[in-house]
Structure formats: structure tokens, C-alpha cells
């Protein structure tokens, strides 16, 4: 009776684990959560295995050791039947958030007794992209669309070589050389493991350059510029280094310094002599500087379960030039409230240390990923502020379109989801002395709604319209990839 018992069970996982399969694959099957919800009050559901091996197929290129480090379970571990499926879900979102494989499946290989073999079986991405960089300077499409009517002297275009997975152990390389709007080159090289026991890691690189035009001001909540068509007006130099430390799976920490020099005309000094400390033309400082990343969700690109939390804490400058105690935290949260239906938070705030500081060094709200949807025309600069956003967001179409060889583990897909979405937003700035800007110190307001659409290599296309407190609306675009 108990080997009738212990015969079914394991007939339970292969079939749950081919729902697995089905679940993440589309390969005929049931789902695991329909699986364990129908087979977790079985009789001998209770019963404990041990996994005898792990094997690996479909890594050409990547070392087994990388896989085998973003898995939660190893070999000579026990688990009970409902543990181990949940194991399984987990290896997999592991494996897909180090952007190393297209596909992803974590199921029962084979049973002897209460001994289990695991199968990992995983679609590779190419690794390797020279490809032509063309981007806008701008921060967003519609800056550069709509207030600089789209000129092309306003976008970076050249030669930008990335190479992802270099060795095998998902160490990176990237080489840009641009030229137009900034002239540029840098080389960065990350390897994120180099002892025996895979937690810690080296990150360096370096970047140099120069620009005819620069953003010596901030005038009634908008960048104001200077061109040269004929000098350049800024050169810059920056290098870096990075030891990294990833204890377990979800945590990682950055300990680097960098070193920066940068360098701008007299016509800037006189245009703002604050935008560097006692109307300088050249700067150069090193800044030390912790970041603690802590990511458990299902999908790195476009989160719809789970968390991020992100502690950032740094030290610009040794002397009067540039003195600043820079600290920032970053929090979201996505959870699944109904049948494809997803409830998102983000909580972002800054302070600077001391608030008197140089132009240079008064960024906020506006630039990069620290904005608020609904106004992306303006920048708000200050030496403190945060925002907060939430999103209510509904799957409307998930297509996949499969290509399958014959000498493939699982088949390739290259999918094409969209989303619909509407949102809030409510942020703050501080700035000790605003002069013509308006939108600092007062508390900001925007929502709307919108269409996400995500694609290949994950690449992602937002269509928002988005209304704030001044009374405007507009169609705003974004875009986010790899490349």
C-alpha cells in the first residue's frame, strides 16, 4: 500500500510538472496552480523527495554553475510535493530575470524511490549585438518631438557593440562610439562573479567625451541651452570600479568609487556662474558611493508580481568644489487582484546634503526614471523630494508566435502582450531658492490612463494620456530595451 501511495505521488509531480510546462510554454498540459489546487489533498501528498540531479540542456554558450546559482533548491535537498512545484515557479522567474534565455522550463525529469531528477531546460538569447546606435538627447519623446520640433542635430548616432554572456558566467561588455550631439566613447566590463562560491563580483569602466551644446539652466520649469556650433562647451571624463556582493538570489550590493572631471566654457560660467561651486569652469572630484537592490518579481522589464526595493547612499567630493551626502531610496509593489488584473505602487524619494548646492548637482524630478507621468515638458529641480505613483493595469492581448527546429529542448517564442492601464501620481520638490520656477515647493498632482505593449528582447512602447494640476493634457510616449 505504501509503494501504491509513493507511485502516486510521483505520477502527481510529473503531471504537475507538466502543467508546468504548459503554464510557461504553451506545451499541452494543465497549469501548476490549477495542478496543485486539484492534487494538494491527495492521499500521499504529504510524502518528502530528495533530488538526486539537476541536468541542464539547451545552455550552448552558458556555464552550468550561472544556472545552477539563480536556483532555490540544490542537489541532496528534500521537499514535499506542494514545496517543490512552488521551487520550480521560483528557478524559473530566476532564470528568465538575468536576461540570458528566451525560454525557460523547470519540471520532473525522473523518479527511483523518493529520489527526483530535475530537468532545466533553457532557450538561449543572442548574446552578441553590434549594432548602429541612433537616440535622441532628449528626455523623452515628446521633448525632443514637440519642443525641439524634432531636429536631428539633437540625436546620438554611431557604433555601440554589446556583448552579454562573454565567458559564459553572464559577465558583460559594452562599447559605445557616438558621435553628433555628444561625442563620446566608454567601455564598461561586468563580471558578476569571480570567487568559488559565486557571491562576489567586479563592475568598471569608463566614459569620455564632449558637447556643443549644454544645459546650463533651469527657467520657469524648463531646460534652457547654449550651442556652439563651431567649439566644443563641455568635455568630460569619468571612470569607475565596483565590487558587488549577492549573498543569496534577491539581494545584491554595490561598493564603487568613480572619479570625475568635467570642463565647460567661460560663455557657461557667465551665462550661470552657479552651475559649478564659485563660478568655476572646471570641476574634478571622486564620489564613494553603497547601492543595496533587493528584486523578487516575476518579470524584471514590466513587474506584475512582487517587490523591488533599492537603498542608494553617496559621497560627491572631499572639499568645497563639490561637497554633497547624496540619499535615495526607490520601493514597488505589484500584486494580482483579479484574473489579469494588476494593482502597482512605487514610493521614490531623494535628499542632498548640504542643501546649497551648485546647478550641477540640483537635478530631480524630470530626469531619467525619477519623473512624474503628465509632465514630461518640465523639470523641477531641487536638493530633496519623491514622488508616488499607483497603477491599476489589465491584460488585453498576449500573443506568441513560436518557431520551432527540430534539434530544439522547448520551442522559441517571440511574444507581443499589451496592456491597459490608469494611473496616479503625486510628487514633491524642494529647492531653497526656485527664483522663476514654479513648480517647486508645491505639492504635484497628475493621472491618466494608457496602453503598454511589450515585444521582443523586452522591448517596451507607452502610450499614456496623462492630465496634471496646471490644467494640461497630452499624449506622452515612452519607450524602454536593451539596446
Do not use: C
Amino acid at each position: 500500500m505504501q509503494r501504491m501511495a509513493k507511485f502516486l505521488v510521483i505520477i502527481l509531480i510529473t503531471v504537475m510538472s507538466a502543467g508546468f510546462i504548459q503554464a510557461q510554454t504553451s506545451v499541452q498540459g494543465i497549469s501548476i496552480s490549477d495542478s496543485l489546487k486539484h492534487y494538494s489533498q491527495q492521499p500521499g501528498s504529504a510524502n518528502t523527495f530528495t533530488i538526486r540531479e539537476i541536468a541542464i540542456s539547451g545552455n550552448k554558450k552558458t556555464k552550468e554553475s550561472i544556472i545552477l546559482r539563480e536556483l532555490p533548491f540544490q542537489s541532496g535537498e528534500i521537499y514535499n510535493l506542494s514545496d517543490l512545484v512552488k521551487e520550480f515557479e521560483i528557478a524559473r522567474k530566476q532564470l528568465l530575470n538575468t536576461a540570458l534565455f528566451h525560454e525557460v522550463v523547470v519540471a520532473l525529469k525522473g523518479f527511483e524511490g523518493n529520489n527526483i531528477d530535475i530537468l532545466v531546460a533553457v532557450k538561449e538569447r543572442w548574446y552578441l549585438f553590434p549594432v548602429p546606435y541612433i537616440k535622441f538627447v532628449d528626455r523623452n519623446l515628446n521633448q525632443w518631438i514637440v519642443e525641439q520640433h524634432a531636429k536631428l542635430d539633437r540625436i546620438n548616432y554611431g557604433l555601440k557593440i554589446l556583448y552579454n554572456n562573454v565567458s559564459g558566467r553572464n559577465d558583460k561588455m559594452n562599447l559605445y562610439l557616438i558621435n553628433g550631439y555628444t561625442k563620446q566613447i566608454s567601455l564598461s566590463y561586468d563580471r558578476p562573479y569571480i570567487d568559488k562560491k559565486m557571491k562576489w563580483g567586479i563592475n568598471s569602466g569608463f566614459a569620455i567625451g564632449s558637447n556643443r551644446e549644454v544645459n546650463y539652466n533651469t527657467i520657469n520649469d524648463k531646460q534652457v541651452f547654449f550651442k556652439d556650433t563651431n567649439n566644443f562647451v563641455r568635455t568630460f571624463f569619468r571612470a569607475f570600479g565596483e565590487a558587488t556582493y549577492r549573498p543569496a538570489i534577491k539581494t545584491r550590493h554595490r561598493f564603487g568609487i568613480s572619479y570625475t572631471i568635467e570642463t565647460i566654457t567661460d560663455t557657461i560660467v557667465s551665462l550661470n556662474p552657479k552651475y559649478f561651486t564659485d563660478g568655476r569652469d572646471k570641476i574634478s572630484f571622486p564620489e564613494f558611493y553603497y547601492l543595496m537592490n533587493y528584486t523578487d518579481v516575476d518579470y524584471n522589464p514590466y513587474p506584475l508580481k512582487g517587490y523591488i526595493v533599492e537603498l542608494y547612499l553617496a559621497k560627491r567630493g572631499l572639499n568645497k568644489e563639490i561637497n554633497m551626502w547624496l540619499l535615495s531610496a526607490k520601493a514597488s509593489g505589484s500584486w494580482e487582484v483579479a484574473k489579469k488584473t494588476y494593482f502597482g505602487a512605487k514610493l521614490a524619494g531623494v535628499v542632498k546634503f548640504p542643501f546649497n548646492q551648485p546647478y550641477f548637482n540640483q537635478r530631480l524630478l524630470g530626469y531619467g526614471d525619477f519623473f512624474m507621468q503628465g509632465y514630461e515638458y518640465y523639470v523641477i529641480d531641487g536638493v530633496a523630494g519623491g514622488y508616488a505613483k499607483a497603477s491599476l493595469t489589465r491584460e488585453i492581448l498576449n500573443l506568441g508566435f513560436r518557431v520551432k527546429r527540430k534539434k530544439d529542448v522547448i520551442p522559441y517564442q517571440i511574444p507581443f502582450k499589451a496592456y491597459a492601464k490608469t494611473f496616479v501620481n503625486a510628487g514633491y520638490a524642494y529647492h531653497p531658492t526656485p527664483e522663476t520656477n514654479t513648480l517647486n515647493n508645491r505639492m504635484l498632482y497628475s493621472w491618466g490612463v494608457g496602453i503598454d505593449i511589450l515585444t521582443h528582447y523586452d522591448f517596451t512602447l507607452k502610450f499614456e494620456w496623462s492630465f496634471n494640476v496646471l490644467g494640461e493634457n497630452a499624449l506622452y510616449l515612452h519607450r524602454k530595451t536593451i539596446f
